[in-house]
């Protein structure tokens, strides 16, 4: 009997080297959205410790309208780049999930082609069985039928 070939090898060969690529693809996404959300938290420290340094000037009362001013805007310039970065981060989210949706889509595509091939090796062993079966019933019939000629010519 032939060796057994599953056509659609290549397909899943191609599907497998998807997932990977996919996969690396979300990787990527992820560690964005870590050095998004790590940057929100350092501006957001920022943020607080400039509060703080404020107020301990004006508890000693060594604040100035200039350094008030200055501090404003500082502290509105990190609003805006935490929103900035909240922003960013929900875009990453919202890429993100679309990246899991293709994944488990082309899991599911290669998991049904797996099924396809080992049900197909499958039936192929089974085959490969009754063929070996009938060679054997073959061979003792051919085996019987010459003992049986061999007595009637003896």
Known sequence: MKKFSFKL???????????????LKLAALNDSLRRVNARMDALAEDRLRCGRELREKQAAGAVTP????????YDGFLKDEIA???????ALAVRIEA???VIRGLRL?????ELMKDSRLA??????????????????NTARAMRTEGFALG
Not at 84 to 90: D, F, I, L, N, V
């Open 84 to 90: 900035s970065c909240r922003r960013e981060a929900e």
């Open 9 to 23: 090898d290549k397909l899943l060969s191609y599907k497998d080297q998807l997932l990977e690529s996919e996969m």
């Open 99 to 101: 990246q899991i949706e």
């Open 123 to 140: 039936a192929w062993r089974k085959e490969e069985i009754k063929e070996s079966e009938h060679q054997i019933d073959e061979f003792v």
């Open 109 to 113: 595509e290669t998991k049904t082609l």
């Open 66 to 73: 200039a350094a008030c001013q200055l501090h404003s805007r």
